[in-house]
């Protein structure tokens, strides 16, 4: 009678740690979306099957073991480390940012705040300093998040801080952009500041809600503004942030269509433009540009946003409101991929790890 004991409580046992995350802490996979295990249908999902499976990667790690999730926070934006592969930030809507060093297994919380942040970036060159935008202020790191300082502050009640970017060429030079179209610059990692520009002045007006910098080439920047009708427009600087001009190629083909997301694959230089009309793409720095050819007619549907495989050109994927399109030929022909179920939420990022073909990963916040 004891060993038929002994027997049930080694099954149970077992059975209570099939699955096991690294927290420690029993986890039921459920492949179609698993949302009730890790507390709501949003947060971070990942699929390592090219889509036909999605787990909900959305544990938080804590000192005392206790179970924390993401699952309901609504993330806008997935940043990669330039330096490691494997270490992905998400940012949500709640002020907050997650670091995980395993594509999603668990996250650690990086920073709380209770403004929404608006802009994350990691320096090229050191993984451990890292800057955010929120509200008014401009924050950094030089500690990979362990402790935060204030590097900037608008005094004005109606101006935000909604882009940041850091320089390849040299990561003291830090740039940022505002909600009423200025661009500003520190040359000494967040020091002191000036303004080298005011979009207005050459014909954009609305929220700098991009900055690209180039990895081979400092003087040149990108940066996409969002007007208040969602329309979205990219200017181009050839001398370090000083002037600018409208990048017209791609408005006559865009259409003055809304906003979605604005790539560039720093291994090509290939630009990536996503809008409610289509996508395009470009092969010499935004001087032309050519429509990539979508399941989808143009002008009818929204895609919020494109991602680009840094190990392979050819990898392109797309998402709208309610499915997911991969491309192994830079958009010859697509796989149309059924996304998890994220109750009302769209895939506002998505993310091809480095040497993962197979894998994806996707923030789910809402549309707009």
């Known amino acids: 009678m004891k060993n038929k004991k002994w027997i049930i409580l080694v099954i149970l046992v077992a059975v209570a740690f099939t699955g096991c995350s690294p927290l420690g802490i029993g986890v039921s996979r459920n492949t179609s979306s698993g949302s009730e295990n890790q507390g709501g249908q949003g947060g971070v999902y990942r699929s390592t099957d090219e889509g036909v499976t999605w787990v909900p990667m959305n544990y938080i790690r804590t000192n005392q073991g206790q179970v924390q999730t993401i699952g309901n926070a609504n993330v806008r934006f997935l940043v990669r480390d330039p330096q490691d592969p494997r270490t992905v930030y998400a940012v949500p809507d709640d002020g907050s940012v997650g670091e995980s060093y395993a594509l999603g297994d668990t996250w650690n919380k990086s920073f709380s705040a209770g403004t929404r942040v608006e802009s994350f970036a990691v320096a090229p060159n050191d993984r451990q300093r890292l800057y955010l935008a929120g509200g008014r202020s401009i924050l950094t790191s030089d500690d990979a998040g362990t402790s935060w300082n204030r590097i900037y502050y608008d005094s004005r009640d109606d101006v935000q801080i909604r882009s940041v970017a850091i320089s390849y060429h040299d990561p003291k030079i830090v740039y940022a952009g505002t909600s009423e179209g200025t661009i500003l610059q520190s040359r000494d990692a967040g020091e002191t500041w000036f303004v080298p520009v005011r979009l207005s002045d050459f014909g954009g007006r609305g929220i700098v809600h991009r900055l690209l910098t180039v990895k081979d080439s400092p003087n040149l920047l990108y940066t996409a503004v969002v007007g208040n009708n969602l329309v979205g427009t990219v200017f181009v600087s050839r001398d370090g942030g000083t002037a600018w001009a409208k990048n017209d190629a791609l408005s006559d083909v865009a259409k ?113």
Do not use: C
């Open 256 to 368: 003055n269509s809304k906003y979605g997301d604005f790539e560039r694959d720093d291994r090509t230089g290939n630009l990536y433009y996503a809008s409610h009309y289509g996508m395009f793409i470009s092969y010499d720095n935004g001087d032309s540009w050519k429509q990539v050819p979508l399941l989808s007619p143009p002008n009818t549907v929204m895609i919020y946003s494109l991602a680009v495989n840094p190990s392979d050109q050819n990898h392109i994927a797309y998402a709208t409101s309610n499915g997911l399109f991969v491309s192994a030929n830079e958009g010859v022909e697509w796989k149309t991929i059924q996304l998890p179920y994220m109750g009302e939420r769209v895939v506002r990022d998505l993310f091809i790890p480095q040497n993962a073909p197979t894998s994806l990963l996707l923030g789910a916040g809402p549309s707009y």
